[in-house]
């Protein structure tokens, strides 16, 4: 049935079925619809290309359509993705993780990251006999479930008593975890962060963390989901050291098929097992948690993860990006106010107005210049198929966009933006 005039938010609430894709998150330039992806690039639905660092939202480490991934989930969808009884890849594949993270004892596996996360709150909650958890506010997101979308702007439809139970702290101050224990003696369950995003973990500070933990009975849970496969083939915590009791791990995992996982020790998961005679934990279970598809193309990624040295070409590929888009700010005179930051391997861009402030209009800005110069950067995912060429198109076109950028902090950003200027995630109004 031919519908012209139907758009996405006339049938999706958002018009996307994750916020970060959603209109408010891109400037009006950006492509609507993005049908197809070849390596480092993608095509809109009216075949306009361009040089693509959003890489589906983190997940496409390895980029778009690699032949050995693709290949293992197609031979396995004609195998079967689904069966009334669990097949062997999924033993096989749980003890690939098993075999490659140092603290997986045991691994269950989902489709995205919130219900992993949320399991792995359920598991301390029941392992401990507490209820509070504690989390990492500068952290951007660890679920879309009451424990964590209630502690932000975004808590229309959550009870407040959920809210009471999960505890904020700063990262890199330990002040702060100190405190909620101190306050909460004997009730909090675990604490849960990433061991890092943009900022650098201060000397002993994850340490101190996992220590602390340790010393008060609580769980140390580390959301692996954008560091895992990126920082490290073992994830963040061997990047830096620590042993976390549970871990959570997605996105690149699978490059692009929909698979999370939750691992750790045995005697913390085996309370969602049926070898126990303790009171039982009903942790996941999904109907199509783990299709078979999904983790043929995971095993197939990690083979080419440990044959291919993938995380150092995303770091060194991080590192030429960040490099060429200061290099051009300074040469714009704007090192002030645009300005790349972050770990090589996952880099962020600050952008400040006039005054020095952070900016949503130049940002804004910024990404509508850069989309008429064929570069979609919402976020910026260095992956396996990003080369010296797709770097040298993207500073390029970060040239040209600095040039509209720098008249927008003499003349003002409202002359040269156009459309609305994109939005914070959590916020209580549209």
Wanted: some cysteine; glycine content about 8%.
């Amino acid at each position: 049935m031919n519908r012209p005039n139907l758009k996405p938010q006339d049938v999706i609430p958002g018009g996307a079925h994750t916020y970060s894709k959603g209109d408010d998150q891109f400037p009006a330039a950006a492509p609507r619809h993005l049908e197809r992806g070849e390596g480092a690039y993608v095509w809109d639905d009216h075949d306009n290309k361009y040089v693509d660092w959003t890489m589906g939202l983190r997940t496409m480490t390895l980029g778009y359509g690699n032949a050995a991934v693709n290949a293992a989930a197609i031979e396995q969808i004609q195998r079967g993705s689904n069966f009334g009884r669990p097949s062997k890849i999924e033993m096989e594949a749980a003890q690939d993780l098993i075999d490659l993270i140092p603290a997986a004892e045991m691994v269950k596996f989902a489709k995205n990251g919130s219900t992993v996360t949320t399991a792995a709150i359920k598991l301390a909650r029941a392992f401990t006999g507490r209820e509070k958890v504690a989390f990492c506010k500068d952290h951007p997101f660890f679920s879309y479930d009451d424990w964590f979308i209630g502690t932000t702007p975004c808590d229309n439809g959550i009870p407040g008593t959920g809210k009471a139970l999960s505890l904020p702290f700063a990262y890199n101050d330990l002040g702060s975890v100190k405190k909620i224990f101190a306050e909460n003696p004997g009730e909090v369950a675990c604490l849960i962060m990433e061991a890092a995003t943009i900022a650098e973990p201060k000397e002993g500070f994850l340490r101190s963390i996992q220590e602390i933990c340790r010393r008060e009975g609580a769980l140390f849970i580390i959301d692996e989901m954008i560091t895992g496969f990126r920082w490290h083939l073992q994830g963040a915590q061997t990047y830096f050291g620590i042993e976390p009791d549970l871990s959570t791990f997605g996105k690149g995992i699978a490059n692009g098929f929909s698979v999370s996982a939750l691992v750790g020790r045995r005697d913390v998961m085996e309370l969602g097992g049926i070898r126990h005679d303790k009171k039982r934990v009903f942790l996941i279970s999904t109907t199509h948690g783990a299709e078979n598809h999904s983790l043929a193309a995971m095993r197939a990624a990690l083979r080419v993860y440990r044959e291919e040295d993938v995380v150092c070409h995303l770091w060194d590929t991080g590192n030429k990006l960040v490099c060429g888009i200061n290099d051009a700010a300074k040469a714009a005179g704007l090192q002030d106010y645009v300005r790349m930051v972050g770990f090589d391997c996952s880099p962020y861009i600050e952008f400040r107005d006039a005054a020095g402030e952070n900016s949503l209009p130049f940002r804004t800005l910024f990404l509508q210049e850069m989309i008429r110069n064929g570069v979609m950067m919402n976020n910026i995912t260095p992956c396996f198929a990003h080369t010296d060429t797709e770097v040298e198109i993207t500073v390029n076109a970060a040239t040209k966009a600095l040039s509209t950028y720098s008249k927008a902090i003499e003349q003002g950003w409202e002359k040269y933006l156009h459309g609305p200027v994109v939005k914070p995630v959590f916020r209580p109004f549209n």
